[in-house]
């Protein structure tokens, strides 16, 4: 099991930036995969980025060139880096942890809101 907190969500304006930060339970290097997802009110949760276990990374198409995921083993902590911000990235956004041990199980963070003013 992993517990999961966010942190680093909060109000900006267009074109600023932020650092969200998921700090796990575990080490990560046990962790298959860790995501983060937004969601906004009445949509589906979307995902942002990803890092696997072995450090490759994946992000949005939509994402990529604004938004990079990274992470500190020795703090058990993946970072997501928000730059040029837009009114359209407010959102919630989550932290998943993936885990494989037989069967896959999801663990998730609480959220943390990230509100972009114009």
């Known amino acids: 099991q992993v517990q999961l907190v966010e942190s680093g969500g909060g109000l900006v304006q267009a074109g600023g930036s932020l650092r969200l930060s998921c700090a796990a339970s575990k080490s990560i290097f046990s962790i298959n995969t860790m995501t983060w997802y937004r969601q906004v009110p009445g949509k589906q949760r979307e995902l942002v980025a990803l890092?696997?276990?072995?450090?490759?990374?994946s992000t949005a198409d939509s994402l990529k060139g604004r938004f990079t995921i990274s992470r500190d083993n020795a703090k058990n902590t993946v970072y997501l880096q928000m730059n040029s911000l837009k009114p359209e990235d407010t959102a919630v956004y989550y932290c998943?942890?993936?885990?494989?041990?037989?069967?896959?199980?999801?663990?998730w963070g609480q959220g943390t809101q990230v509100t972009v003013s114009s």
């Open positions: 890092i696997r276990s072995g450090g490759s990374t």
């Open positions: 998943n942890a993936k885990i494989w041990s037989g069967s896959w199980t999801d663990y």
